[in-house]
């Protein structure tokens, strides 16, 4: 498949990046996730437990065990954090979808009249 001139490429670059509506229909309730991260999170974990193995606890001394547990409640806070920032998004943009079909500046009948999205 040719490429485009690199020119034609930046002419185009205001229709590409226009706010059209998209030509595949997906579900957003179908949206099928992995685990997160995978091998970023074992390096992740580790990282915050540091010496501490958790199949023989009573081989660390207390001082060592009560490190690794603030570690793990900083970790937990950032991560509760993120989500309450994730949450707020979601709930702005659903409020904001709400307010486009309430006002009137999208409809229904003009989603289902288009097309496949």
Do not use: K, W
Request: glycine share 8%.
């Amino acid at each position: 498949m040719p490429t485009a001139p690199p020119g034609d490429l930046l002419d185009r670059l205001p229709a590409i990046l226009t706010d059209a509506p998209s030509t595949v229909r997906r579900s957003a309730r179908h949206v099928t996730l992995g685990p997160p991260r995978g091998h970023e999170s074992q390096l992740e974990a580790a990282e915050l437990m540091g010496d501490v193995q958790l199949a023989d606890l009573a081989a660390h001394p207390a001082e060592e065990l009560l490190a690794a547990l603030e570690r793990l409640r900083a970790h937990e806070r950032e991560v509760s954090g993120r989500r309450q920032r994730l949450l707020r998004t979601a709930d702005g943009c659903s409020a904001e979808i709400t307010r486009r079909y309430r006002d009137g500046e999208a409809r229904v009948e003009d989603l289902l009249a288009g097309g496949p999205l």
